[in-house]
């Protein structure tokens, strides 16, 4: 096999995907084995359907499988940030566990940090794209990454990416400073690292098949705000 890859970290959190976790830990089981040594951590925001029970009925039996419990709704970001504060890899991944993300996306979003400190996976650079989105939620998230980039000031396509990886190094000293709220994980990480090398990954992105989206009309109006307040970080703001 060569040359020994990095360990890889994935942190995925849940709130109510009890019936999402078993096949998206088996999906990325299958998309890794023989490539790639990992570690996939669960963090379940006090799930009321019983995700918790069925990552820890999964973990018994599967010592790549690791569950952080909370002990309530207390947001994706933060959710993420914690689980990156538990990671032992040298690369750490955050992605979605409705299956929206595909595990077979991994491999090539790792393989990508081996020429850069952050790989973000990507819906609108060439050979990226959505399925099963309507058109109204297509034009919002296009609106919504545009005015990251022009609020923000990063270069990249998806700003709105909740699917990326990142070497240890780059992120590991940025965690005290996070202030992880809504779905701005990743725009603030490239504000607070802006010499990062960043490169970004074609991925598709497929419209869950279960449960319900976390997106709510007032998530997304939280995150125009927050958006405008990261300006402070790169554009030196009072």
């Known amino acids: 096999m ?27 089981q299958a998309a890794l084995k023989d490539a790639w040594s990992y570690e996939a951590i669960v963090v379940d925001d006090g799930s009321p359907d019983g995700t918790a029970a069925e990552v820890r009925r999964i973990a018994a039996a599967d010592r790549s499988v690791r569950l952080l419990e909370r002990p309530g709704k207390l947001g994706l970001g933060s959710a993420v940030a914690a689980g990156f504060s538990l990671s032992r890899g040298d690369i750490w991944v955050m992605m979605d566990a409705d299956l929206s993300h595909r595990p077979q996306d991994l491999p090539p979003l790792l393989d990508a940090l081996e020429r850069a400190d952050i790989a973000v996976g990507s819906r609108y650079v060439p050979g990226g794209g959505t399925q099963g989105w309507p058109l109204l939620r297509r034009f919002f998230s296009r609106a919504a990454g545009h005015f990251a980039r022009l609020s923000v000031g990063v270069s990249i396509q998806d700003a709105t990416s909740g699917f990326a990886a990142f070497r240890r190094e780059t992120l590991e000293p940025l965690l005290p400073s996070l202030q992880p709220e809504g779905f701005k994980l990743l725009l603030e990480i490239l504000a607070r690292a802006p010499h990062a090398r960043v490169t970004e990954v074609p991925i598709t992105f497929v419209e869950r098949q279960r449960g319900s989206s976390k997106l709510s009309f007032r998530e997304s109006l939280r995150f125009f705000k927050l958006c405008w307040d990261l300006r402070k970080l790169t554009r030196g703001a009072d």
């Open 2 to 28: 060569g040359e020994r890859r990095p360990r890889v970290s994935i942190v995925l959190p849940t709130y109510n995907e009890r019936e999402n976790v078993a096949p998206m830990l088996a999906a990325i």
